[in-house]
């Protein structure tokens, strides 16, 4: 029988970020709570039976926010799906991030989800992380001895694994609008409320029509958000004609494997890996 009842737990609601953190690294066995739409469904299956939960909804620091200063936009840990789906500051300079929100699932969802909680539960089929991973995001952190600023190339490790450190958090984004080029996110699902089981974001700086640079994320390529480094490094210099963009294409899953479950087997998977690639560039060429 599937149990849909979580196991007894303790509950802490803090108001600083100082709080939350000094609870997560002395409480044993806890976890933080943002939106809950990935903890709380784990736990009421009991693939999850943390004996702390750390509530991150009081916290004032990390509050929903998005701001544009000195070139660059932040985005705060707490902020929903739907607030940056309906943000016209990530439509005008970052509007890969912006689609990947609204194809989150279903509005009650993005109503909860919080882009913090999205990044830290380490899903590569999650739509966030490869968006953010095409526009070379800073991740902001806070732990119990410093705060950090990482690149996403370097946060994830695993499948369901980050860099955080014990009783660290999340607690925003930077996105450098220098960074911001010609930008598109596609993904293929069954349904438009069930996970991906492909994505791919691309971020591709055109000058007179040529390459200059370009950053190609997949999603559920791997146990983590990849990066396309063999097509990115072709695409330099070049036009995005028909020839660049099949070769880009196939060049971007190579070496990729996949994995294989009840939705699609690792070879198709890849084939689709291919066709959003394709059909991002397409769509960023303006063609």
Same mark, same amino acid.
């Given at each position: 029988?599937?149990?849909? %009842?979580? %196991? !007894?737990?303790? =509950?802490?609601?803090?108001?600083?970020?100082?709080?939350?953190?000094?609870?997560?690294? &002395?409480?044993?066995?806890?976890?933080?709570?943002?939106?809950?739409?990935?903890?709380?469904?784990?736990?009421?299956? %009991? @693939?999850?039976?943390?004996?702390? @939960?750390?509530?991150?909804?009081? /916290?004032? $620091?990390i509050q929903p926010k998005i701001t544009k200063k000195d070139g660059e936009v932040y985005v705060s840990a707490l902020t929903t799906h739907d607030q940056i789906s309906r943000s016209d500051i990530l439509l005008s300079y970052f509007p890969a991030l912006n689609v990947a929100a609204k194809e989150i699932a279903d509005q009650q969802i993005r109503n909860r989800g919080t882009i913090g909680g999205n990044v830290s539960h380490g899903d590569p089929s999650a739509n966030l992380p490869i968006a953010l991973l095409a526009l070379d995001a800073k991740i902001h952190t806070k732990g119990p001895k410093l705060s950090r600023t990482l690149s996403i190339d370097e946060f994830y490790k695993d499948?369901?694994?980050?860099?955080?450190?014990? #009783? $660290?958090? /999340? &607690? #925003? =984004?930077?996105?450098?609008?220098?960074?911001?080029?010609?930008?598109? =996110?596609?993904?293929? &699902?069954? &349904? !438009?409320?069930?996970?991906p089981i492909v994505s791919v974001a691309v971020n591709v700086f055109l000058k007179e029509g040529v390459v200059e640079s370009a950053r190609i994320a997949l999603g559920v390529a791997g146990p983590t958000p990849l990066r396309a480094k063999k097509a990115e490094e072709y695409l330099k210099g070049k036009t995005l004609d028909d020839e660049t963009i099949l070769k880009a294409s196939q060049l971007s899953i190579e070496g990729v494997r996949p994995p294989e479950d009840v939705n699609a087997s690792s070879d198709y998977r890849k084939h689709l890996l291919s066709v959003l690639v394709k059909r991002c560039l397409k769509q960023v060429s303006g063609r």
């Open positions: 029988m599937i149990v849909l %009842r979580p %196991r !007894a737990f303790y =509950f802490y609601a803090p108001k600083t970020l100082e709080e939350a953190v000094n609870l997560l690294y &002395t409480k044993e066995d806890s976890k933080a709570l943002a939106g809950g739409q990935s903890l709380i469904p784990m736990m009421k299956l %009991r @693939i999850l039976n943390p004996k702390n @939960i750390v509530s991150l909804s009081k /916290v004032a $620091e499948l369901f694994l980050t860099a955080l450190e014990p #009783g $660290e958090l /999340v &607690t #925003g =984004f930077s996105l450098s609008v220098q960074k911001a080029g010609k930008q598109a =996110f596609m993904k293929v &699902t069954k &349904t !438009a409320t069930t996970w």
